[in-house]
């Protein structure tokens, strides 16, 4: 197997895991929570087949689904975020030869592009997930605050891991 696949797997099952045993079980001010397993799929590379970035988005939240008790609540997030990963890539990156092989990082897109690169995906997943379990709209504003707390939560824990994996 290519070293990258391996080191892919090794990430799934790190984040799956860590979301599972202990980001479930943190919860700042009572509303902020850290959704890190998303980091999969934002460090996935831009060039992946469509299909397989669906099928890898809805693995992932499938398996945290298993793990958490959140029946298909994941699942569908992180199919819906798998979709709109590349437009939202492509948003803050140039359409470039150079990019197409590119995974996601501060690395390969600079501190500013990836954070809101990172930032963007992070909104929407937390946006979906609370509109998504919280289906009434009676609490609008605290749905709001609790997307927007896990929104920060889960973008600046992203950005310490990515600022730690990066090589100068």
Same mark, same amino acid.
């Given at each position: 197997?290519?070293?990258? @696949?391996?080191?892919?797997?090794? +990430?799934?099952?790190? %984040? =799956? $895991?860590?979301?599972?045993? #202990?980001?479930?079980?943190? /919860?700042?001010?009572?509303?902020?929570?850290?959704?890190?397993?998303?980091?999969?799929? @934002?460090?996935?590379?831009?060039? +992946?087949?469509?299909? %397989? =970035? $669906?099928?890898?988005?809805? #693995?992932?939240?499938?398996? /945290?689904?298993?793990?958490?008790?959140?029946?298909?609540?994941?699942?569908?997030?992180?199919?819906?975020?798998?979709?709109?990963?590349?437009?939202?890539?492509?948003?803050?990156?140039?359409?470039?030869?150079?990019?197409?092989?590119?995974?996601?990082?501060?690395?390969?897109?600079?501190?500013?592009?990836?954070?809101?690169?990172?930032?963007?995906?992070?909104?929407?997943?937390?946006?979906?997930?609370?509109?998504?379990?919280?289906?009434?709209?009676?609490?609008?504003?605290?749905?709001?605050?609790?997307?927007?707390?896990?929104?920060?939560?889960?973008?600046?824990?992203?950005?310490?891991?990515?600022?730690?994996?990066?090589?100068?």
């Amino acid at each position: 197997m290519n070293k990258s @696949v391996i080191s892919y797997i090794f +990430l799934f099952v790190i %984040l =799956v $895991l860590l979301q599972a045993l #202990l980001m479930n079980h943190i /919860v700042l001010f009572n509303s902020a929570v850290c959704f890190i397993f998303i980091y999969f799929l @934002v460090k996935l590379p831009v060039n +992946l087949a469509p299909n %397989l =970035v $669906l099928t890898l988005g809805f #693995l992932l939240g499938l398996s /945290v689904d298993m793990l958490s008790d959140t029946p298909g609540l994941n699942a569908l997030c992180c199919t819906v975020l798998a979709s709109l990963k590349r437009p939202v890539f492509f948003a803050y990156e140039q359409h470039d030869d150079q990019k197409r092989n590119m995974a996601p990082g501060i690395g390969t897109m600079g501190i500013l592009n990836f954070c809101k690169y990172a930032f963007s995906i992070s909104a929407i997943y937390c946006l979906l997930a609370f509109f998504v379990e919280f289906i009434e709209f009676t609490d609008i504003l605290g749905i709001l605050i609790k997307a927007g707390a896990s929104t920060l939560f889960t973008f600046l824990t992203m950005l310490a891991i990515d600022s730690l994996v990066y090589k100068n």
